[in-house]
């Protein structure tokens, strides 16, 4: 039996008041200390290193946590290989990784604005150039699927499920524009770099493939017909006595009466 | 303050606690100083002297020494700060004698407090009750009474008081839950028993006692050894407060000095025993007719008889009502008042209720009570689990003849009446998990986070149960998480 202070069978240590605690004072020291950074010459130096490896690599990292999470929200209905357990890890999953995600492509653009690679307009308006301007057609689907991704439990209520697919199903789009974006835009990719994103792209397209397929070709979902007593015309055949008897005491009575 | 009704008072014997009481709701600090005198301030080793010349113990149930009680903090204090705590938190609900001490005469008790802090150079007296009651609002009153008269000019102690007001349940008046409660945690019996005596209060030596405790060790600075031990038996003298309601047509607070026979106390009530008198609260035990008869009311003759005054609780159940039922009543309370925190007890009390409400319909076995009983006692932090398996375990012996007519007709033919006094239960949103089945699919993870409220049929569908409003985070997480988008949560009732 659960019990109010015990509302789960094996009690997550993750939430206990010692680990917020922990989190919070850790929180509080790395902004502090950023902000002690700026106070010596030294110190603006390293920070300037800081932002020079987020300017070279948010967006990658950005693309590959967000390629983990298209992967992820694929896998979170498979009911073939995954035990219901394992689906909810695998949305668990989902979500960290799209917040790693997010939050990394929310540095990249910030980046990219604030060191006057791109104007700010560029934000929502694909004007700095096709490869660029993928970039920010991109952002603008990913705000749609990041919105319907927070908002899940609302279609849920409201009664449009239908609704919430199509516009988190937006991230099919998205990302493979995110991706030409990637290999195109700034410094030339690796050749093995393109080989993956490939790679992963044919992957994810051939399981949604496979998950679009077994939909449409999904039977119909039909009453199942269970057989009836057919019925007949032939003229009724008087039953044949069956002389056994039914319940032990007329048994009893039958063996009395025969002596 | 003037408080609107307060609680009701008698007496036998000499007015010691009670005394003005019969002429105002609420002695304020005029009047107490009127009918008490002046307090005077005395040192540490006379106070342990009368104490010990009069045997006085701790009024909250345990009776443990007083004087015992005041060396340990004086010893752990040793040059260090102390805190005196007074214990107006009682869970039980049957007890009102901390209520009525707080609401109707606060200053006795501040007084037995205050003398207690100024002999131990204590940092602050600290005053834990009820949060919302009338007893809060009345010392909150008489704490503010003695500051305005030291602005006018008189001469009370300038020693610190705080009133702290805690949530009411069963086991928040645990000496080891109230001194949580009142260093701002959780207010659950700690799994370590530490003494309050040497670790309380901000870890400080704390001297933790029960109102009545204080109001008694004023009364007894007052009169001096000689005077206080003029009433009562010999070897326990002084007076006790009972507190009397159940069947009693007046429900009271009795003074009455040791020695009384019970069935004076219960005569002025105006109350029948009829199936047996409960001593000691819900963690006491049953006296049947016979024995509370000649029942005397002291520790020593609860003991001959076979119960314990405890913290002077004394609930007649009388004739009208179904003896057994009652306390099925009871036991399912305290299996709710559970802290939930040692499994035995969180487990364990639901199923001796369990047991003990099949009896009452005549299914249940007194074997199954037994045994499960037997799987609780002495299986937790705090007295909670033995103090409920006494009850029911003396339940059973009591009322032997009105189970066996249980067990024989299914029911003794008497109603259920509530005799026994239970707070009005909280009432608690509960949920209800809405699916809409044409979107279902099966999926079942509903099923893998909600398993005690979630089940699934041969074919892999769910049906849900009520969910309580306390796992309403669980639920919604699993309403989220289904891949259908079918589930709804939605409110009761």
């Given at each position: 039996?659960?019990?109010?202070?015990?509302?789960?069978?094996?009690p997550?240590t993750?939430d206990?008041?010692?680990v917020?605690?922990?989190v919070?004072?850790?929180?509080?020291?790395?902004?502090?200390?950023?902000?002690?950074l700026?106070?010596?010459?030294?110190?603006?130096?390293?920070l300037?290193?800081?932002?020079?490896?987020?300017?070279?690599?948010?967006g990658?990292f950005?693309?590959?946590?967000l390629?983990?999470t298209?992967?992820?929200?694929l896998?979170?209905?498979?009911?073939?290989f995954l035990?219901?357990a394992?689906?909810?890890?695998?949305?668990?999953?989902?979500?960290?990784?799209?917040?790693?995600?997010?939050?990394?492509l929310?540095?990249?653009v910030?980046?990219?604005?604030?060191?006057?690679?791109?104007?700010?307009?560029?934000?929502?308006?694909?004007?700095?150039?096709?490869?660029v301007?993928?970039?920010t057609?991109?952002?603008?689907m990913m705000?749609?699927?990041v919105?319907?991704?927070?908002?899940?439990?609302?279609?849920?209520?409201?009664?449009?499920?239908?609704?919430?697919?199509?516009?988190?199903?937006?991230?099919?789009v998205?990302w493979?524009?995110?991706?030409?974006?990637?290999?195109?835009?700034g410094?030339?990719?690796?050749?093995?770099?393109?080989?993956?994103?490939?790679?992963?792209?044919?992957a994810?397209?051939?399981?949604?493939?496979?998950?679009?397929?077994?939909?449409m070709?999904?039977?119909?979902?039909?009453?199942e017909?269970?057989?009836a007593?057919a019925?007949?015309?032939?003229?009724?055949?008087?039953?044949?006595?069956?002389?056994?008897?039914?319940?032990l005491?007329?048994?009893?009575?039958?063996?009395?009466?025969?002596? | 303050?003037?408080p609107?009704?307060?609680?009701?008072?008698?007496?036998?014997?000499?007015?010691r606690l009670?005394?003005?009481?019969?002429h105002?709701r609420?002695?304020?600090?005029?009047?107490?100083?009127?009918?008490?005198?002046?307090?005077?301030?005395?040192?540490?080793?006379?106070?342990?002297?009368?104490v010990?010349?009069?045997?006085?113990?701790?009024?909250?149930?345990?009776?443990?020494?007083?004087?015992?009680?005041?060396?340990a903090?004086?010893d752990?204090?040793?040059?260090?700060?102390?805190?005196?705590?007074?214990?107006?938190?009682e869970?039980?609900?049957?007890?009102?004698?901390?209520?009525?001490?707080?609401?109707?005469?606060?200053?006795?008790?501040?007084d037995g407090?205050?003398l207690?802090?100024?002999?131990?150079?204590a940092r602050?007296?600290?005053?834990?009750?009820?949060e919302?009651?009338?007893?809060e609002?009345?010392i909150?009153?008489?704490?503010?009474?003695?500051?305005?008269?030291n602005?006018?000019?008189?001469?009370e102690?300038?020693?610190?008081?705080r009133v702290?007001?805690?949530q009411?349940?069963?086991?928040?008046?645990?000496g080891?839950?109230?001194?949580?409660?009142?260093n701002?945690?959780?207010?659950?019996?700690?799994?370590?028993?530490?003494?309050?005596?040497e670790s309380?209060v901000?870890?400080?030596?704390?001297?933790?006692?029960n109102?009545?405790?204080?109001?008694?060790?004023?009364?007894?600075?007052?009169?001096?050894?000689?005077?206080?031990?003029?009433?009562?038996?010999?070897?326990?003298?002084?007076?006790?407060?009972?507190s009397?309601?159940?069947?009693?047509?007046?429900a009271?607070v009795?003074?009455?000095p040791?020695?009384?026979?019970?069935?004076?106390?219960?005569?002025?009530?105006?109350?029948?025993?009829?199936?047996?008198?409960?001593?000691?609260?819900y963690?006491?035990?049953?006296?049947?007719a016979?024995?509370?008869?000649?029942?005397v009311?002291?520790?020593?003759?609860m003991?001959?008889?076979?119960?314990?005054?405890g913290?002077?609780?004394?609930?007649?159940?009388?004739?009208?009502?179904?003896?057994?039922g009652?306390?099925?009543?009871?036991?399912s309370?305290?299996?709710?008042q559970?802290?939930?925190?040692?499994?035995?007890?969180?487990l364990?009390?639901?199923d001796?209720?369990?047991?003990?409400?099949?009896?009452?319909?005549g299914?249940?076995?007194i074997?199954?009570v037994?045994?499960?009983?037997?799987?609780?006692?002495?299986?937790?932090?705090?007295?909670?689990p033995?103090?409920?398996?006494?009850?029911?375990?003396s339940?059973?012996d009591?009322?032997?003849?009105?189970?066996?007519?249980?067990?024989?007709?299914?029911s003794?033919?008497?109603?259920?009446?509530?005799?026994l006094?239970?707070?009005?239960?909280?009432?608690?949103p509960?949920?209800?998990?809405?699916?809409?089945w044409?979107?279902?699919?099966?999926?079942?993870l509903c099923?893998?986070?909600?398993?005690?409220?979630?089940?699934?049929?041969?074919?892999?569908?769910?049906?849900?149960?009520?969910?309580?409003?306390?796992?309403?985070?669980?639920?919604?997480?699993?309403?989220?998480?289904?891949?259908?988008?079918?589930?709804?949560?939605?409110?009761?009732?």
């Amino acid at each position: 039996m659960l019990h109010r202070r015990q509302p789960r069978h094996a009690p997550g240590t993750l939430d206990t008041r010692n680990v917020r605690l922990g989190v919070s004072v850790s929180i509080a020291a790395i902004l502090l200390s950023g902000f002690a950074l700026t106070r010596t010459d030294r110190g603006i130096e390293l920070l300037g290193r800081g932002v020079a490896f987020l300017e070279y690599f948010a967006g990658v990292f950005a693309l590959v946590s967000l390629t983990a999470t298209v992967a992820l929200g694929l896998l979170t209905t498979e009911r073939v290989f995954l035990s219901p357990a394992n689906r909810v890890r695998a949305q668990l999953a989902h979500r960290a990784a799209a917040f790693a995600g997010t939050a990394f492509l929310l540095t990249h653009v910030a980046l990219m604005i604030s060191l006057g690679h791109v104007p700010p307009a560029a934000l929502l308006i694909p004007m700095t150039g096709i490869w660029v301007g993928l970039g920010t057609l991109a952002f603008d689907m990913m705000i749609v699927v990041v919105v319907t991704g927070i908002a899940r439990g609302r279609f849920a209520v409201t009664g449009r499920p239908w609704m919430w697919r199509l516009m988190h199903a937006t991230s099919y789009v998205a990302w493979p524009v995110a991706i030409l974006h990637g290999l195109t835009a700034g410094r030339w990719a690796a050749s093995w770099v393109a080989w993956s994103y490939m790679a992963s792209l044919a992957a994810v397209a051939s399981a949604l493939l496979v998950r679009l397929l077994a939909t449409m070709l999904r039977p119909p979902l039909m009453a199942e017909q269970v057989d009836a007593p057919a019925v007949s015309d032939a003229p009724a055949e008087p039953a044949e006595r069956i002389d056994a008897p039914v319940s032990l005491a007329e048994a009893r009575r039958k063996y009395r009466e025969a002596g | 303050m003037i408080p609107h009704s307060v609680p009701r008072v008698l007496r036998m014997g000499p007015a010691r606690l009670t005394a003005g009481l019969d002429h105002t709701r609420r002695l304020d600090l005029p009047a107490h100083r009127t009918l008490h005198g002046d307090q005077v301030p005395r040192p540490l080793d006379d106070i342990i002297a009368q104490v010990e010349e009069v045997d006085m113990r701790g009024r909250g149930g345990a009776a443990f020494p007083f004087a015992r009680k005041l060396r340990a903090v004086a010893d752990a204090a040793h040059g260090r700060e102390s805190v005196v705590l007074v214990n107006g938190a009682e869970g039980e609900p049957a007890s009102s004698k901390d209520a009525m001490l707080l609401v109707r005469n606060p200053h006795l008790v501040l007084d037995g407090a205050v003398l207690a802090a100024e002999a131990l150079n204590a940092r602050e007296v600290v005053v834990a009750t009820v949060e919302g009651e009338v007893a809060e609002a009345s010392i909150t009153a008489a704490v503010a009474e003695r500051r305005a008269a030291n602005v006018a000019g008189a001469a009370e102690s300038r020693i610190g008081i705080r009133v702290v007001g805690l949530q009411e349940r069963f086991i928040s008046g645990e000496g080891g839950a109230l001194v949580r409660a009142v260093n701002g945690m959780d207010p659950v019996p700690p799994g370590r028993k530490r003494r309050a005596s040497e670790s309380g209060v901000d870890g400080l030596p704390t001297l933790l006692s029960n109102t009545e405790t204080f109001a008694q060790l004023a009364v007894l600075a007052e009169l001096g050894p000689e005077q206080y031990a003029k009433t009562g038996t010999s070897r326990e003298p002084g007076t006790v407060l009972l507190s009397v309601s159940g069947g009693a047509a007046t429900a009271a607070v009795v003074e009455a000095p040791t020695g009384t026979p019970l069935i004076d106390v219960l005569d002025l009530c105006e109350a029948e025993i009829g199936d047996g008198v409960l001593i000691g609260g819900y963690h006491g035990a049953w006296l049947d007719a016979e024995t509370a008869i000649s029942a005397v009311v002291s520790r020593e003759g609860m003991k001959l008889a076979g119960g314990s005054l405890g913290a002077g609780i004394v609930v007649p159940l009388g004739e009208s009502t179904c003896p057994l039922g009652e306390a099925a009543r009871v036991a399912s309370y305290l299996a709710a008042q559970s802290s939930g925190q040692c499994g035995p007890c969180r487990l364990g009390l639901p199923d001796v209720a369990r047991a003990l409400g099949g009896l009452v319909e005549g299914t249940g076995s007194i074997d199954a009570v037994r045994r499960s009983v037997r799987s609780v006692e002495r299986r937790g932090a705090c007295f909670h689990p033995d103090g409920t398996a006494r009850f029911v375990l003396s339940s059973l012996d009591a009322f032997e003849s009105d189970i066996a007519l249980h067990l024989e007709h299914g029911s003794c033919g008497r109603p259920v009446r509530g005799v026994l006094p239970l707070p009005e239960p909280e009432e608690e949103p509960e949920y209800r998990l809405d699916v809409d089945w044409t979107r279902c699919q099966g999926h079942g993870l509903c099923a893998h986070l909600l398993p005690e409220f979630v089940e699934l049929d041969d074919y892999g569908f769910p049906s849900f149960k009520t969910v309580p409003g306390w796992m309403v985070k669980e639920a919604s997480r699993a309403v989220g998480m289904c891949p259908a988008l079918a589930l709804r949560l939605a409110r009761t009732g």
